[in-house]
């Protein structure tokens, strides 16, 4: 059984940092390429950064120069590290494994961005 479980959510003030993380399980995590998603209230999912199993990165413009997505094989783990949060960075945040056609999501985490 796939399982991909995020933490680190939660309420930060602007300019603040968060460190979300995904942990997989039920899958060969080395293979897959991930990534973080998030959808703000009312509007679409949307890929934020992904990772692929060759480490190579890309962002959406929105948060170049304040995310980093690093992956640890190790751990079977996937990281996104959130710097300088804007109040528009607020979204449930969710990590994805891909191999593909095959597709995993996680449940989600939710990250709150107000003063």
């Known amino acids: 059984q796939v399982q991909l479980v995020e933490s680190g959510g939660g309420l930060v003030q602007p300019g603040g940092s968060l460190r979300l993380s995904c942990a997989a399980s039920g899958i060969i995590f080395r293979t897959y390429a991930m990534g973080w998603y998030r959808q703000a209230p009312g509007k679409q999912r949307e890929l934020v950064a992904d990772?692929?199993?060759?480490?190579?990165?890309k962002y959406v413009d929105s948060v170049k120069g304040r995310f980093t997505i690093s992956r640890d094989n190790a751990k079977n783990t996937v990281y996104l590290q959130m710097n300088s949060l804007k109040p528009e960075d607020t979204g449930v945040y969710y990590c994805?494994?891909?191999?593909?056609?095959?597709?995993?999501w996680g449940q989600g985490t939710q990250v709150i961005v107000s003063s």
């Open positions: 994805r494994a891909t191999l593909g056609y095959l597709g995993y």
């Open positions: 990772i692929s199993t060759s480490y190579s990165t």
